[in-house]
């Protein structure tokens, strides 16, 4: 079993910047690749980033540019760095452990963090 923690969500104002942070612990392997993922509301979960064991990352093509997603295997966390937020960037984001094999979206989650971008 493996627990996240996700933090650092919060009110911005468009064009501001925002941290979050998503702690793992219990079963967990630096080689497991971990992802964030968003839903905003009535709206369907979308993913926003990945990161795998190996550092490669992929993005969404609205994020591209001006997230970065990034993890510290020592301290079994991922990150996500969120700059010149816009509104459309308002949802609920999620830390996603996910089994390699079956890809994001699969394996564990996070309760969720709350980022709301005012205009």
């Known amino acids: 079993q493996v627990q996240l923690v996700e933090s650092g969500g919060g009110l911005v104002q468009a064009g501001g910047s925002l941290r979050l942070s998503c702690a793992a612990s219990?079963?967990?392997?630096?080689?497991?690749?971990m992802g964030w993922y968003r839903q905003a509301p009535g709206k369907q979960r979308e993913l926003v980033a990945t990161i795998r064991s190996g550092g490669i990352t992929t993005y969404a093509d609205s994020v591209k540019g001006r997230f970065t997603i990034s993890r510290d295997n020592a301290k079994n966390s991922v990150y996500l760095q969120m700059n010149s937020l816009k509104p459309e960037d308002t949802a609920v984001y999620y830390c996603?452990?996910?089994?390699?094999?079956?890809?994001?979206?699969?394996?564990?989650w996070g309760q969720g963090t709350q980022v709301t971008v005012s205009s």
């Open positions: 219990g079963t967990t392997s630096s080689l497991n690749d």
């Open positions: 996603n452990y996910y089994i390699k094999i079956l890809g994001p979206g699969s394996g564990y």
